[in-house]
Nanobody, 124 residues
């Protein structure tokens, strides 16, 4: 089971980025995939998650209305589209899965597998 996050970079305030979380060794469709972020000196924050199958989606209040999580089954990848980015969105973004087949968002148990982070910097 492996997750690889990518798509981070430097973007100006008000700009957009699409983060990708590609999976190998398992099929994303069957598991919850969550996005988290951690800013320097701050605790890790849950940003969004998508349930297995056609289940629900969750967004943190801090990104609600500006973020869209989606899944491309053919590419075995989950995306996080972030729009209207703010300097406070600057953080390392991680994706993770609970590895529980059929689980829904948010999962009842812990996230067990994590990808490496991708850095998002929002600055002019």
């Amino acid at each position: 089971v492996q997750l690889q996050a990518s798509g981070g970079g430097l973007v100006q305030p008000g700009g957009s980025l699409r983060l990708s979380c590609a999976a190998s060794g398992f099929t994303l469709d069957y598991y919850v995939i969550g996005w988290f972020r951690q800013a320097p000196g701050k605790e890790r924050e849950g940003v969004s998650c998508i349930s297995s199958g056609d289940g629900g989606i969750y967004y943190a209040d801090s990104v609600k209305g500006r973020a869209t999580i989606s899944r491309d089954s053919a590419k075995n990848t989950v995306y996080l589209q972030m729009n209207s980015l703010k300097p406070e969105d600057t953080a390392v973004y991680y994706c993770a899965t609970d590895r529980v087949p059929g689980s829904t968002c948010p999962p009842a148990g812990p996230y067990r597998s994590w990808g490496q982070g991708t850095l998002v910097t929002v600055s002019s």
